[in-house]
């Protein structure tokens, strides 16, 4: 990619919508896929709200800040890492050397435990065996929906009746179909008929410290690691079963679009004039 001129860290560089339109032309012309190009410009219209609301010109600790903030928002990595990788290419294609930028929390990641399927399964196989079922569906729960802990009072009946769970940030997450049924059931035989599944018996919010208790207890039951069985390090092995299957169908998803263009292409062409 052609770049602008290097600038020096005391030089100020707007992310106005001259640059954002230049750098996506430029993605276009090397031939990156239309999809692509709207992606990030989506992205890069949220970093350019980010930048104005702080009063900050673009710059490699800007992006950094705004990594931050989008860690902290409860988006998923997989999209932290887009929102990055479109930074990363602005901030390319303005001259500002990239070597600070997150990479991905790539570190972090590598540091934080995460469950194997197969320890997934023998988790539950042994509460099957040998626990409750609470810490059966706190195991689904975390492990297949990648709930934050923060967002279990939004589980609720109608949520279920729904298949789906509004986040605090307005995000949706499906609740998968056969765990539906499952909590729906067992809300029924609890008698509860509206608000959260996941309650004490006297009709209370389970804290998050009896929370980790119960899979602590349940990890330790099976053998396993108990730091593998934390909320955040089954939401964490969601998040990675998720985004496995999206890279094997990102490019099927691509390609069907694409041949969708072309087929509306030959459909309808302006007609030239005689």
């Given at each position: 990619m052609k770049e602008m001129q290097a600038t020096s860290s005391a030089e100020m560089?707007?992310?106005?919508?001259?640059?954002?339109k230049k750098y996506l032309d430029e993605l276009a012309s090397r031939g990156r896929n239309q999809e692509t190009v709207k992606t990030y410009n989506r992205c890069l219209r949220e970093l350019r709200s980010f930048l104005l609301r702080e009063n900050l010109p673009l710059s490699r600790e800007?992006?950094?800040l705004w990594h931050d903030s989008l860690e902290k928002s409860g988006l998923s990595v997989s999209s932290v890492n887009v929102r990055m990788s479109s930074a990363k290419g602005?901030?390319?294609y303005a001259g500002i050397l990239p070597a600070a930028l997150p990479r991905e929390s790539a570190e972090t990641k590598q540091s934080q435990p995460i469950p194997t399927r197969t320890e997934y399964l023998r988790m539950l196989y042994s509460i099957c065996a040998f626990g409750t079922r609470q810490e059966y569906f706190l195991v689904k729960i975390f492990g297949q929906i990648g709930l934050d802990m923060r967002e279990m009072p939004r589980l609720t009946v109608e949520a279920c009746q729904a298949g789906e769970v509004t986040g605090s940030n307005g995000q949706t997450t499906p609740i998968p179909a056969g765990l539906c049924r499952e909590l729906l059931q067992y809300a029924a035989e609890r008698g509860i008929a509206s608000g959260p599944v996941m309650v004490t018996q006297s009709g209370h919010?389970?804290?998050?410290a009896n929370i980790n208790h119960m899979l602590n207890h349940a990890a330790e039951k099976a053998g396993l690691p108990p730091e593998k069985f934390t909320p955040s390090a089954l939401a964490r092995m969601c998040r990675r079963a998720q985004n496995d299957i999206w890279k094997k169908l990102e490019p099927l998803y691509i390609q069907s679009y694409e041949h969708l263009l072309d087929t509306e292409q030959a459909m309808f062409v302006w007609p030239q004039e005689s």
């Open positions: 560089i707007e992310l106005n919508d001259n640059l954002i800007a992006v950094t602005v901030l390319e919010l389970i804290h998050r």
